[in-house]
């Protein structure tokens, strides 16, 4: 009888295997900039339905809601996938957390904007209508403890991981500073929560974004900067998103809502989400063909792969 010593287990699977993470890596790319496609494209189909209104945040209260809500969300999980390291990490892992207060926190309206949808601000010049309190409420309060849980389990994963935790520490900071106010904000303002918590995430959203540009412009990569078109294209993003959010904020808080022909705001909040996607693309085309791209820590790549 022949006795076969060799064994036939197959080996472990390659979890570092380049092919995979590079497939992974796109898709998320894609997925991320597909979900301004959506964007874009649910609030012209609601056109269609309900006509122009003030601002691509109004379309909450159309038929768009599902498409839009889904789309931030789905934003908001890419970002916090794929936000890279560093600086750049802390801003996008920001981002993404802000992206589902801009989905689940509808925009005031003032009354009459939007067809069907009952107004009762009172003395106030717009408001979040009293009908969707409930929802806000049920989306803030899950909003809080899943994201506590994810700060809490993150932490003791990445702890005594020296060069892990390193790697993670501002962005677990800065994701646990802005829980806190938003939770101080929720318990102890909330109607000024409710009144304001969508417009400022928003700017801030894109504030980030434009921040994580100018980095970029400055950004050596193998001891390389990015190319003058590139360099000048991330200024451009980054002054676009401030001067856009000067503008919308000037309007909104201006009173000035009633005095163009063409919405204003609704301009700045498609030119924001153009701008993003540009910002996206120039993100993703340098780093399409990476064999090894970053959604593990390096120090984790090296050990697997040693």
Known sequence: MHLDNTDSTPPPPNLTDPASLQRTYRYLRMGIGGTVLLI???????????????????????????????????????????????????????????????????????????????????????????????????????????????????????????????????????????????????????DVFIQYAHVSAAILFFLAIGSVAVAKAFEQHHGARPTRLYQRLYWIIAIGFLFDAAVAVAVIYGGWLESFAVPPVLICELLALALFLLYWILQSFPRWDSKHPQLVFPGSLAAGNA
């Open 40 to 190: 874009f494209v649910s609030v012209a189909v609601a056109m269609t339905q309900v006509g122009v209104l003030s601002s691509v945040s109004a379309y909450f209260y159309t038929p768009a809601r599902t498409v839009f809500v889904g789309a931030l969300i789905a934003a908001s999980l890419g970002l916090l996938a794929i936000s890279g390291t560093g600086v750049e990490r802390a801003l996008l892992d920001v981002a993404g957390l802000l992206a589902p207060l801009v989905a689940l926190v509808p925009t005031p309206l003032v009354p009459g904007s939007v067809p069907g949808i009952t107004i009762e601000c009172g003395s106030a010049d717009s408001c979040v209508p009293s009908a969707y309190h409930l929802d806000v409420f049920n989306g803030i309060t899950t909003y809080l403890l899943v994201s506590v849980v994810i700060i809490v389990a993150a932490f003791f994963i990445f702890k005594g991981r020296n060069l892990e935790f390193l790697a993670v520490r501002s962005s677990l900071l800065g994701a646990s500073g802005l829980l806190l106010v938003v939770a101080l904000s929720w318990a102890f303002a909330r």
